[in-house]
């Protein structure tokens, strides 16, 4: 064993609970898979706080209540509301109940700010519902989260549904202001395959796949899918920003990373298999792109600081696209009529 190596086995006979947050709207069987899949392969000590996200299908919320009442020890579990979170030592899995869809950043936060009041919480996952775990992940994502250069995340490789093809958005670079003027054009007009082009590059795995040969290697975008990051170092951040709903919380994450002079890393060896998007695919189109839209716009405006007048372009290139998108809608909504 190397000296790192030993230094991470004494850590772990001392180790504090791992928090993890896994954010459920609409969609208890994914949620309830997801926290079976953690529970089945886990080994290090974990609290789960499940967040509903204002889940408007009164089912949904009640058959996680029921599976977790039935599967969980009474003691490891509770159910509460966000007007009641006060600091606590939380049990095994907590139930926190929003009263409305707040996005996925907000929602996120919320279990997050309930893990930062439990003392005994020293490192915070990040785990969408559409995650499953096929082998025991966290005790190799906080060895390396402990010895890699100014790690801030570490993150697994996911797997598609098939647990063989690679799912290329957990390694991926940050879009520049320029890739993203070129990318919205591109949807217009895009003879020379730009858009393509552009993904491959920003795609780490696509551009590169030699990187699998690779223990681990640096990533500016992890996928918000499934990341691990000491509590401290997400509160240094400011962890999400509650002003994006449903896209660019990967960007703006990368962004505060760079900021503060700390680094992301994919671990090649350690995988889990990524589901898809339900929540996502079950919601309006239109509702979908206006989230994409109102969240570029903000990103790009706070985080790349573009003069007045290329924003100006910028907006109008997404608004276009915005409403062709709604023009389309209503066409399908015709045709179907």
């Known amino acids: 064993l190397y000296y790192q190596d030993y230094v991470y086995l004494i850590k772990v006979k001392i180790m504090e609970h791992v928090g993890i947050v896994i954010l459920n709207y609409n ?28 889940s408007n299908d009164v089912n949904s919320i009640i058959e996680i209540s029921n599976y977790l009442t039935e599967n969980v020890k009474k ?7 966000v007007k009641k979170v006060s600091p606590i030592l939380l049990p095994k899995i907590t139930l926190l109940k929003l009263e409305a869809n707040l996005g996925y950043a907000l929602g996120n ?8 009041r439990d003392s005994s919480v020293e490192s915070i996952m990040i785990l969408n519902n559409d995650i499953l ?5 966290i005790p190799d994502l ?47 007009f895009d003879p020379f395959s730009i858009r393509k082009k552009i993904y491959q590059k920003n795609h780490l795995l696509i551009n590169n796949p030699g990187l699998l040969n690779e223990q681990y ?12 990051a000491r509590k401290d170092d ?35 060896q350690s995988r889990c298999i990524h589901l898809g998007a339900p929540s996502t695919s079950k919601s309006k189109s239109s509702f979908i792109a206006k989230c994409s839209k109102d ?39 015709w045709i179907k009529k």
């Open 27 to 54: 969609n208890s069987s994914d949620t309830i898979n997801c926290i079976e899949s953690v529970l089945k392969y886990t080994t290090v000590p974990i609290k789960i706080v499940v967040v509903d996200n204002g």
């Open 75 to 81: 003691e490891e579990y509770v159910d509460i509301n």
């Open 109 to 116: 936060k919320k279990g997050i700010e309930l893990l930062y």
């Open 133 to 137: 775990f096929i082998e025991n992940i």
């Open 142 to 188: 906080l060895k390396e989260l402990s010895i890699l250069e100014k790690a801030f995340l570490v993150s697994p490789l996911l797997l598609k549904k098939d647990g063989v093809s690679i799912d290329y958005t957990c390694a991926r670079n940050n879009y520049s202001f320029k890739e993203f003027i070129l990318s919205y054009i591109s949807k217009f």
């Open 217 to 228: 290697f640096e990533i500016e975008m992890p996928s918000g899918s499934c990341m691990l």
């Open 234 to 268: 997400f509160r240094k951040i400011g962890d999400f920003d509650s002003n994006t709903f449903l896209y660019c919380e990967e960007n703006i994450l990368s962004k505060k990373v760079k900021a503060i002079g700390m680094k992301n890393y994919l671990l090649t």
């Open 295 to 333: 969240s570029i716009l903000y990103y790009v405006r706070k985080y790349e600081n573009p003069s007045f007048l290329s924003f100006y372009v910028f907006k109008s290139i997404v608004y276009a696209d915005f409403y062709k998108v709604l023009f389309f809608n209503k066409i399908k909504k």
